[in-house]
């Protein structure tokens, strides 16, 4: 018969490893149902676009400040600030499954686009869009979340938040929250979603255009840090996904005022020069909309690369006019998804 100490211990033991098992089993179910709650997050029937749009605007902010659906009829802007291609493939590719009525794609494509230091600081910089990064994440599938991977903070959040169901400031994930609180989801809930952005203020400042460039385009030491491969390939991707599915391909540059364009690197333009030529010649059906160097007065604009409110009504009354031959008019008829 063993001594009463060890029995004891024995069931001291048991009794941990019944609390253990217990406390992990609950955990797994709480993970296993935050993650479902996530995933139903999606599913919510709120991404359908206006009954009277055909057209889809996305990019990042160029595109969301100078294409006003307003002055252009039957088109959603969804563009959203700060936003990589490598996102914009996999939002526009969630989109177009939910809106199989849509004819055309407005795309915004500028050479900040492909600048690597650029949109390496989008995809990998800890300080960059933290909580844009996280909301994308739920798009991506498998093969994009490998691209992504790395020690970013951001990247294991998000991983152990929607792979894992790990509720690490669950209340950062608005549609989550509501579900879990029995509220509405809304659209505007997605932080990912973007949309129209205008703004009156007007404001060209040397040393902010200065630094703009330095951030887009330039390392420590002043130099151009070439073209991201990793936006190239999403760039096709778009492209081919609009291919594929029959909707018309626009690739629209936006409006960028001569003091930034004037100091933007002669390398970084050739390098956006090629990429397009070599995009076009592998999608000719694409149509291309270059009003980089359009002659908007100095109240157009924002700042040196963004148009304003006025300038946006000018450039979406010219980008309208050339849609004009290509069907471009308020013609869906299909219900509400």
Known sequence: ????????????????????????????????????????ALQQPVFGVDDSADTLVVGDSHPQSSL????????????????SLFFTF????????????????????????????YQDSLLFDESVYPEDF??????????????????????????????????????????????????????????????????????????????????????????????????????????ALCRDRGIQAWVYTGPEHMRFRSRVPGEALSAFEAVRAATALE????????FSENSLMDGAFGDGDHANTVGARIISAQVRDRLAGSGYGPQRTTEKR
């Open 90 to 117: 996999y939002k526009l590719r969630f989109l177009l499954d939910r809106n199989p009525g849509i004819r055309r794609v407005i795309l915004g494509f500028s050479a900040h686009n492909l600048s690597k230091k």
């Open 134 to 239: 996280e909301s994308y994440y739920t798009l991506l599938d498998a093969s994009g979340k490998r691209l992504l991977r790395s020690w970013r903070r951001g990247f294991l959040v998000a991983s152990l938040k929607y792979d894992f169901g790990v509720p690490i400031q669950f209340y950062r994930y608005r549609p989550a929250t509501k579900i879990l609180l029995g509220q509405e989801v809304r659209r505007a809930d997605f932080d990912w979603v973007g949309g129209f952005y205008g703004s009156a203020r007007s404001k060209l400042d040397d040393e902010q255009i200065r630094r703009k460039i330095k951030l887009y385009f330039l390392d420590e030491r002043g130099r151009f840090t070439g073209v991201s491969d990793l936006v190239v390939q999403s760039l096709r991707l778009i492209l």
């Open 1 to 40: 018969m063993k001594p009463w100490s060890q029995r004891e211990n024995e069931g001291r033991l048991g009794r941990f490893a019944v609390g253990v098992t217990l406390w992990l089993a609950i955990l797994t179910a709480l993970s296993w149902g935050y993650r479902g709650v996530c995933r139903a």
């Open 283 to 290: 999608f000719p059906g694409t149509w291309w909309l270059d």
């Open 68 to 83: 006003d659906p307003a002055v252009l009829v039957g088109v959603e802007n969804v563009s959203g600030s700060g936003e």
